[in-house]
Every structure is written in structure tokens, then in C-alpha cells.
């Protein structure tokens, strides 16, 4: 297993930044694709940003290419979401995941994460 906590959410002004955190335990993290998801009230779960396991490879959804960046330090066990110029439609519970593959390429879909953290809360102020 690979316990994942989020951290750093919290209310911020429209056009503001934050940086999330998503620190991982065990020592097999950089064998995992990660990626961060988002679910606002009254919608699904939906995909965010994801990186492959060197940290060479991303993607984006379209919402927020451009405002988001998707990181990860192997050496801390740790995944980063630095996210700028928020918008109020980026309030929503965040969760990172993992996504074990053996050919280390970043994954998109939810159904490909084995392992989920808790959520962190965003809330964009307009």
C-alpha cells in the first residue's frame, strides 16, 4: 500500500496561488504514475494533472493548462501542485493518486489509481 496525504488547501482570492502537497510513505514512490483530481460539490471526480514516475512526462487538463504545474521530488516522497491565477471554478476537494506501472507512464483516467489520499480543501473566492 502507499498512504498519500494531501496538504495545503484552503481559501484564497480569485487570481491568487496555492501550492499542494502530497506526501507519500514507503520507499517505492517513485515506482508509482501520480496525478491529482478534483471534485467540486454536486460533480464528479474529475482529472486534473498527472506525471509519470521520473518527473519528465505530464499532463494537463484543459481547465487548468497553463495556470497549473505538476510536480514530484522522488527523493522526498512527495507530489507538488503549484496553482496560479485560481479561478472561483477551481473550488473543489482535491485528491492526489497513484497509479502503480510498471512501464512508469503517467496515467489520465481515475480508474487507473490503485492508492488515494484523503482530500485537501480549495476554496476560491471571487
Known amino acids: 500500500q502507499v498512504p498519500l496525504v494531501e496538504s495545503g488547501g484552503g481559501l484564497v482570492q480569485a487570481g491568487g496561488s496555492l501550492r499542494l502537497s502530497c506526501a507519500a510513505s514507503?520507499?517505492?514512490?517513485?515506482?508509482?504514475?501520480m496525478g491529482w483530481f478534483r471534485q467540486a460539490p454536486g460533480k464528479e471526480r474529475e482529472f486534473a494533472a498527472a506525471?509519470?514516475?521520473?518527473?519528465?512526462?505530464?499532463a494537463y487538463a484543459d481547465s487548468v493548462k497553463g495556470r497549473f504545474t505538476i510536480s514530484r521530488d522522488n527523493a522526498k516522497s512527495t507530489l507538488y501542485l503549484q496553482m496560479n491565477s485560481l479561478k472561483s471554478e477551481d473550488t473543489a476537494v482535491y485528491y492526489c493518486?497513484?497509479?502503480?506501472?510498471?512501464?512508469?507512464?503517467?496515467?489520465?483516467?481515475?480508474?487507473?489509481?490503485?492508492?488515494w489520499g484523503q482530500g485537501t480543501q480549495v476554496t476560491v473566492s471571487s
Open positions: 493518486a497513484a497509479s502503480y506501472r510498471p512501464s512508469g507512464r503517467l496515467v489520465t483516467s481515475p480508474y487507473a489509481y490503485d492508492y
Open positions: 514507503g520507499r517505492t514512490f517513485n515506482r508509482y504514475a
Open positions: 506525471i509519470n514516475w521520473s518527473g519528465d512526462s505530464t
